[in-house]
């Protein structure tokens, strides 16, 4: 049984979705946020969100927070959501 104390948390993608769930989840248990552009991972770990999805008082809130742009990084988490962009298109 997957036990709530061991859990380690993997957000893919700090958007609109993947930034606040990070934060919100950050605040209880250690989280890890992994986004590709190297320059949003700078950001957020500045303390600072330029699409103002997530107040800077609550990126302080979320002390099990960190942000990274390699995957490795998630290497050791064993909880993972994935949050990133799906295209609707008909292709």
Do not use: H, W
């Amino acid at each position: 049984m997957f036990e709530l104390e061991n859990i380690k948390i993997g957000i893919v993608g700090l958007g609109y979705v993947g930034l606040p769930l990070a934060v919100e989840l950050g605040k209880n248990y250690p989280t890890k946020g992994l986004d590709i552009s190297a320059s949003r991972v700078a950001e957020l770990q500045s303390g600072r969100d330029s699409t103002l999805e997530v107040e800077p008082d609550e990126l302080k809130q979320a002390t099990q927070l960190s942000y990274n742009s390699d995957p490795q990084a998630l290497a050791d988490c064993n909880f993972y959501i994935v949050t990133v962009p799906t295209p609707i298109d008909s292709a």
